[in-house]
């Protein structure tokens, strides 16, 4: 249920058939492609979304336009990317997009493409949505069919392929250098920037990656301007963006806010606060992989990228993952740093070493086998990893680890000094070494 | 690696050499389309056997070892064969909050098989994964292309008992299938 006043990228979410080409037409759609191709430059068309202000909505929150302006002038070859490898936990905002509106994310990567000279564009969709590839690849057949792919799109001089890439599972080919290596046919593992992959990306051409939510915004700026996309967000967080929120809340969902929203009001009106009988205890906003706010902390923010990173944690990618107070935060943390270290590439010591660690300690403190002294030993493990590799999946366990350890601590305690309150372990334990029972 | 392994004979139906030949033709390098071919290769045969890399490593002109390397990077390709039905069981943070735990616990008593094991009559497989991208409709379960979502004991019941039964996969997500 988005907010009436600002659907730019959910307006089509439950759009009867929507996914299909002759709808999205009906609706407006490809009307901003026809618009760039006879009436506007390249340059012109970054110049409207570096005006927009659109922030990149994967995680990392850098300006896109910005971003395309670093590809080199008069590079001859140039490759886009869009980042569907959708697997943060909690996020399933690129999810929604890709089931009700492909097309605007194919619109959306042909107006990108077309602006930083691209001539072919690679979608990557995670392997595990199946039946989302299948609809991704049926709307990019029909966008072929109707002209607005291919050679000489709309009777313009501009040429453009668009490959639907399978990934396999790997929540590293997420980050963009691995997405790139992927791509290429390798394991997914990242490169050291620089080379930016604006500069060198794939096959050492320069290369853009941009996120879906990011790309499906590209349409409708081109269309209606950047002074339009503005009355909505924040000066400084101009726009609007998608929010998935999972956990025991009445309405959970994807729902599209004005940046700067109060979080009290989102969750009150629109999730409708927590469901019957729970009770709220916390809340990571922007994916597992940012800080957690205690339950305080949240309803005294705004849902926009400069006031989270005043509370101390970020905006993330949207993926608002509400806990309840009957959860266990030693529990928790253990599932996300089992996560970690299972999709840890293993390239850098201090992140393939440190996050089995962090899995490891917390664990024993969970079956009653940890020391008191293992609370600092895991403070002193996160010493050690965070900023301290090529990409930033070692920080994105560190900075939910650090959190839960600074805000709960009582529980680690508890369990370190009280090893006989731990939970018992069931029958299959023994026999698996399996995460969390 | 088994020598004789890599030697026996691989071939692709008409249908996958096609597919094949289409996606080469598509992608910049031979090596870049080495993913969409691991997938039809899978998509054939059920999993990627030892013979099968060694016939992709020559056929895109990379070493076996590279073909390697890639099979066993990346979660979703299988080097060996599976079980008819593979119920991979979301357990991350979002699912676990909503019940994954209660699921997996009943999954394994109804199959009599810890996660990772599989039912001796070779239909049922059960894993634990990482998150399915369902977090706002957990639990969830994904078989194949199939999205289980807002799992109950009962639903798992009702699934296992249609599967047993012969009936096809029939998940939240197929609706998409259809349209």
């Not at chain 1, 399933?92 to 072919?120: N, Q, T």
């Not at chain 1, 001089?157 to 980050?175: F, P, Q």
């Amino acid at each position: 249920m988005p907010r009436d006043d600002c659907r730019i990228l959910s307006a089509r979410f439950g759009r009867r058939d929507g996914h299909k080409l002759a709808v999205y037409e009906a609706d407006g759609g490809y009307r901003a492609l026809r618009k760039a191709l006879t009436s506007m430059t390249p340059v012109a068309v970054r110049d409207e979304v570096k005006a927009a202000g659109l922030r990149g909505r994967g995680g990392a929150g850098f300006p896109t336009g910005v971003k395309w302006g670093f590809v080199p002038a008069g590079a001859s070859t140039v490759y886009f990317m869009v980042n569907a490898d959708e697997s943060e936990p909690g996020t399933f905002k690129d999810r929604w997009i890709m089931d009700y509106d492909p097309h605007a994310m194919i619109e959306g990567a042909i107006l990108s493409s077309y602006a930083v000279g691209a001539r072919l564009c690679f979608i990557y969709i995670r392997g595990e949505f199946g039946w989302l590839i299948d609809r991704v690849q049926k709307a990019v057949d029909e966008a072929y069919a109707a002209g607005y792919l291919g050679r000489g799109i709309l009777g313009s001089a501009y040429e453009l392929e668009m490959l639907v890439h399978k990934g396999a599972g790997a929540y590293i080919c997420g980050e963009e250098t691995g997405l790139i290596n992927s791509v290429e046919g390798r394991k997914g593992q990242p490169s050291i920037k620089p080379p930016f992959p604006a500069v060198q990306g794939f096959l050492r051409q320069p290369t853009i990656v941009n996120n879906v939510e990011t790309v499906a915004a590209v349409p409708y700026i081109v269309r209606e301007g950047a002074a339009t996309y503005r009355r909505h967000g924040t000066e400084k967080s101009p726009g609007t963006k998608l929010w998935s929120v999972s956990g025991p809340v009445r309405r959970p969902g994807v729902y599209e806010l004005p940046l700067g929203l109060p979080f009290r009001e989102f969750f009150t009106q629109d999730l409708g606060g927590m469901a019957d009988g729970e009770e709220l205890k916390a809340v990571i906003v922007g994916g597992s992989s940012v800080p957690v706010l205690t339950a305080d902390e949240i309803m005294g923010v705004n849902l926009d990228y400069e006031s989270l990173a005043e509370a101390g944690t970020m905006l993330g990618s949207g993926g608002m993952i509400v806990v309840p107070s009957r959860c266990d935060m030693v529990e928790l943390i253990q599932v996300l740093m089992h996560f970690y270290w299972d999709e840890s590439c293993g390239q850098c010591t201090p992140c393939r070493e440190g996050t089995g660690w962090l899995h490891k300690i917390v664990k024993r403190l969970r079956t009653g086998a940890g020391a008191p002294s293992d609370v600092e030993l895991l403070e002193r493990v996160c010493d050690g990893m965070m900023g301290l590799t090529i990409c930033p999946l070692a920080d994105a366990a560190v900075m939910p680890m650090r959190s839960f350890l600074q805000k709960f601590r009582h529980e680690f305690v508890a369990l370190a000094h009280r090893p006989e309150i731990a939970q018992p372990r069931s029958r299959w334990a023994r026999q698996t070494n399996e995460v969390v029972r | 690696m088994d020598e004789t392994a890599t030697q026996g004979v691989f071939e692709l139906s008409a249908a996958g050499q096609a597919r094949l030949e289409g996606i080469l033709a598509r992608y910049p390098t031979r090596e870049s389309a080495l993913m969409p071919a691991l997938w039809i290769i899978q998509d054939e045969k059920g999993h990627i056997p030892p013979a099968g890399i060694a016939w992709l490593a020559e056929r895109l002109g990379v070493e076996p070892a590279r073909v390697w390397e890639v099979v066993t990077f990346y979660t979703m390709y299988r080097s060996e064969p599976q079980a008819k039905w593979v119920l991979q069981v979301c357990h991350n943070i979002s699912c676990h909050i909503m019940g994954a735990p209660d699921i997996l616990r009943h999954l394994e008593e109804r199959l009599g098989v810890p996660r990772g094991g599989r039912t001796p009559d070779g239909l049922f497989q059960l894993e634990g994964v990482e998150c399915l991208g369902s977090c706002g409709s957990g639990p969830c379960l994904q078989i194949g292309k199939h999205m289980y979502e807002n799992l109950t004991p009962e639903k798992v019941d009702a699934l296992l008992d249609g599967l047993r039964g012969g009936q096809p996969p029939r998940a939240d997500t197929d609706r998409e299938l259809e349209a």
